[in-house]
């Protein structure tokens, strides 16, 4: 495995991430199955394990903590986990404000069963909390050693410079990671987001480079697939333009002597502005398919032509799991009142 430097922090981390959703009760609910995997990976030369406090309400930091418990496998791993999704029904259990991160930072803490955290991230933007509240709780929670960096995850371009700007006029610390969406069939972040990224010197951790597992190769047109995220309902295994696209896809992985998944882990990690595309298996088997694909390279022909099919900069669809600002969400951002929509 090689390895890539995780934006300025001279952290060193694999192109290939373990994402832990996975593992609990919404994935694997069996704690020793889901440690054998973690440590597959770690045995692979993966070496940044990526959680969050809600996966399973706490219970994938869990497994991750006693998973690298065993064999004392802590100091060799970078440990990245995240904050701000809802953590019972208490209205101030969320967020990203300093009362609730302080909290969660030590719940998170426990739960791994560590004194610091590699990579703290803010799980998805909070409108309701002003950027240097986050950014202030952020760097008091470096300097107290808790967590040795942090970054953010779905934020867009603007906001990414903002926080930048905000950090240097208030000498706050910066974020030094973004977490995006990022797959063939969802290349948004490739016109500002990892532009932004690279200027600043972020590393990126793109989530999902399966199009929310699209690209397994597992959903085709007119058919129905028995699978996991199927019985989730996803609308998005479900949008035609994305089974299409898809159908595209299939035949050039073919061609290429590589499975679809082989090609999509490529692609993702293919970009200069990628630090690690994060895999997120839910079986050994799973696991064992991604790995046998890490030493795959796609050459310009291959990658013109998945151009030709999903163009640069675009998105095919969206996601259900991904971001959407308040903007798109809240009609009343994009409707004027009725007696305000005339011109006359």
Known sequence: ?????????????????????????????????????????????????????????????????????????????????????????????????????????????????????????????????????????????????????????????SDIVRAHWVAESRGLARPRTEQPVYSILNRGIEREVLPVTEEFGMGTLVWSPLGGGMLTGRYRKGREADTHRAHYGFQHLKDDRRLDAVERLIPLAQEAGMPLTHLAMSFAIAHPGVTSALIGPRTMAQLDDLLAGADRVLDDDLLDRIDAIVPPGTDVGTLDMAYQPPALLRTALRRRRPEERTAA
């Open 1 to 157: 495995m090689r390895y890539r430097t995780l934006g300025r922090t001279g952290i060193r981390v694999s192109p290939y991430a373990l994402g832990a959703m996975m593992f609990g009760a919404i994935g694997n609910p069996d704690h020793e199955e889901s440690i054998r995997i973690i440590h597959r990976a770690l045995d692979a030369g993966i070496n940044l394990v990526d959680t969050a406090d809600m996966y399973s309400r706490g219970e994938s930091e869990e497994i991750v903590g006693k998973a690298l418990a065993q064999g004392g496998r802590r100091d060799d791993v970078v440990l990245a986990t995240k904050a701000r999704n809802p953590m019972g029904d208490e209205p101030n259990h969320q967020g990203a404000s300093r009362r609730w991160l302080f909290k969660a930072v030590e719940d998170s803490l426990r739960r791994l069963g560590t004194d610091y955290i590699d990579l703290y991230q803010i799980h998805r933007p909070d409108p309701d909390t002003d950027i240097e509240e986050t950014l202030s709780a952020l760097t008091d929670l470096q300097r107290a050693g808790k967590i040795r960096a942090f970054g953010t995850s779905a934020l867009p371009a």
